[in-house]
């Protein structure tokens, strides 16, 4: 399930404020890396203004600068240009632009909403295995009586 984010929104920030401190920026991305881990889905992060330079991204998380557009018209532009915006859900905490990509077919929920959602899952398991003890592999052809020699 794909997750739109409305970034600045979300940490309380400018496109000013968020370029002179971009340390709550980063929080961010890393507390959506965190949710992520959970199972959380694919997550692209809406900022106003332009790229402020290359910075390292948690893994799956995927950040689009708006200008010249606003945050909310670069999201409700794309919802527009997908063929299924039913798939979407955009986070943000804004009203306005809620209530203007449920209009446009998409799901929205508040951060409050999404976060109670992503902890409420069970955490993801690692999906590599556990590192077996070594086996004694002419023990086991001792055992069921193969000769080796016969392999």
Known sequence: MPYWFDGNNLIGQSATAARAEPRVRHAFLNALG?????????????FDGDDPGRTALPPG???????PLSTD??????????????????VTNDHELARRCRDAGASTLNW???????????????????????????????????????L
């Open 73 to 90: 018209e670069a999201i409700l532009s794309r919802l527009r240009e997908i063929r299924y915006p039913s798939e979407v859900i955009v």
């Open 34 to 46: 965190s949710y992520r881990k959970s199972g959380g889905g694919r997550f692209l992060v809406y």
């Open 61 to 67: 998380i995927m950040v689009r600068y708006s200008a």
């Open 112 to 150: 409050q909403e999404f976060t109670s959602r992503m902890e409420s899952r069970p955490a993801q398991r690692n999906s590599r295995k556990a590192p077996s003890e070594k086996v004694d592999v002419d023990d086991w052809l001792r055992y069921f009586g193969i000769d080796k020699t016969s």
